[in-house]
């Protein structure tokens, strides 16, 4: 198992930038699929971004494409998200999670109690 705790969120103007970062503890990390998921008031989680045990593949949802930058270092068992061109609409809850599989999308196994992150305009 695996316990994840994130940190970074803040308020940030529009257009301002943010880096998240994701502390694992548990179970040896590199053995983890990691991603980030955001949930917004009134809408259900949605997939960020996800990043293969190695590093080597990253997948980005379409919505933060080119503007947010999935990352980890093994060495310190931690994921990160940069966030640059935040909008309004990125406004949510940021969620790191874990799994053991090899797939950067569908259902992670093991979540962190997320960090608000709110784009003033």
Known sequence: QVQLVESGGRLVQAGGSLRLSCAASGRTFSSYVMGWFRQA????REFVAGISRGGARTDHAASVKGRFTISRDNGKNTVFL???NLKPEDTAVYYCAAKGNVALRGDYDYWGQGTQVTVSS
């Open 41 to 44: 008031p009134g809408k259900e």
């Open 82 to 84: 940069q966030m640059n």
